[in-house]
């Protein structure tokens, strides 16, 4: 079977309406790689197909994060905090 879906230049693949309409998993395919792909009808280019910008990340805000949480159980005096250190280090 001949492939019907044309390619141009390295970078740049071309597909019909028609290859669009028949191979559009081949298509998807290529657009998923990281292709653009142009869109001819009749052999005019009129739309290029691209694939989507990843959404960029929200930068953490770790003050207020760490606000929601409080910790659990009682704080420990002075005596009782050397006490468990000299514990671990012994």
């Known amino acids: 079977m001949r492939n019907l879906v044309r390619q141009a230049g390295i970078t740049m693949k071309t597909a019909t309406v028609r290859d669009l309409r028949n191979r559009f ?3 998807a ?7 653009q792909v142009t ?7 009129f739309a290029t197909l ?6 960029r990340r929200r930068k953490v805000d ?3 994060r760490l606000k929601r949480y409080r910790p659990a159980g009682r704080k420990l005096t002075k005596e009782e905090t050397e006490a468990f250190w000299s514990t671990l280090r012994d």
């Open 50 to 55: 691209a694939p989507a910008k990843p959404q």
């Open 39 to 45: 869109i001819t009808r009749n052999g005019v280019a």
């Open 29 to 35: 395919k290529w657009i998923e790689s990281g292709e």
């Open 25 to 27: 998993a081949d298509v």
């Open 62 to 64: 770790w003050a207020t």
